[in-house]
């Protein structure tokens, strides 16, 4: 991410994304890590720390996140105070081997860029988590976006401004191609390029397990299906 996306991710998901939400995902979460309060867990791409924040309501009051972002660092720290903070890129943590319980990542995070760069993302978590630690990552529903390949829309929002999202989905190569635009009420246009790689499955299992992480539990349990939302998959390092 370049400042001008994260000042737009930060500008729209906080008025797209209510702090109800980041407290489901992290009730969710905190149940399949099954982690007790007080042992140490990451919030690995914490963004401008709203999943910190929910953290810190159940029951964790001093939860690390990492982004490489000093911009949404600066405002997790407002968002969260008892967090702690280290600017990084997750795949180079500068954290001692297996300093960690349990790790999070929201919103396909890891999956920011190549294959390559996701296995060393998922490599470096498996090495700051403890034997038996695990990782609870959640990713879009690759099947439901193959049903809508192009997608647009815009929309005018109360004290920000226009905002317009263009998105095409590569079946091939599994990876969303993404444009935000935000143009804001004094006129400024902010606009940025970004692509994420999704993950069935077999292939999510597979990438895992040449980190050192094994896939122990996915949800929904059932098969996966076009109206499927969502992945949340919880995975634990080998021994």
């Known amino acids: 991410m370049d400042p001008v996306a994260d000042r737009i991710f930060l500008e729209t998901t906080r008025r797209y994304a209510p702090p109800r939400l ?11 890590a099954q982690v007790e309060p007080g042992k140490p867990i990451a919030d690995l791409g914490c963004g401008f720390g709203r999943h ?6 159940q029951g964790h009051p001093h939860p ?27 795949r180079a943590l500068p954290l001692h081997a297996g300093s ?16 390559a760069d996701a296995h060393g993302a998922l490599r470096e978590a498996a090495r700051i988590l403890r034997p038996g ?6 990713t879009d529903n690759p099947l439901r ?12 929002v109360a004290g920000l401004g226009h905002v317009a999202e263009e998105s095409t989905w590569d079946a091939a190569t ?3 191609r993404v444009t935000k635009t935000l143009t804001t009420a004094g006129g400024e246009s902010l606009s940025a390029t970004f692509s994420i790689r999704y993950y069935a499955p077999p292939h999510l299992s597979a ?14 349990d059932a098969p996966l299906t076009e109206e499927t939302p969502q992945l949340i998959a919880l995975l634990e390092k080998v021994p």
Do not use: K, W
């Open 64 to 90: 690390l996140g990492v982004d490489r972002s000093a911009l949404l660092l600066d405002e997790a720290q407002a968002q969260a105070r008892t967090a702690r903070l280290v600017r990084a890129d997750l």
């Open 22 to 32: 980041a407290r489901d995902d992290v009730a969710i979460a905190l149940h399949l």
């Open 174 to 176: 599994n990876v969303d």
């Open 52 to 57: 910190l924040a929910a953290f810190i309501e």
């Open 100 to 115: 960690i319980a349990a790790a999070f990542c929201f919103y396909s995070s890891m999956f920011l860029g190549s294959e």
């Open 133 to 138: 630690g695990t990782l609870v990552l959640t």
């Open 207 to 220: 990438l895992a397990l040449a980190a050192g992480l094994v896939l122990r539990r996915l949800q929904p």
């Open 145 to 156: 976006l193959a049903v809508r390949p192009r997608a647009r829309y815009e929309e005018d």
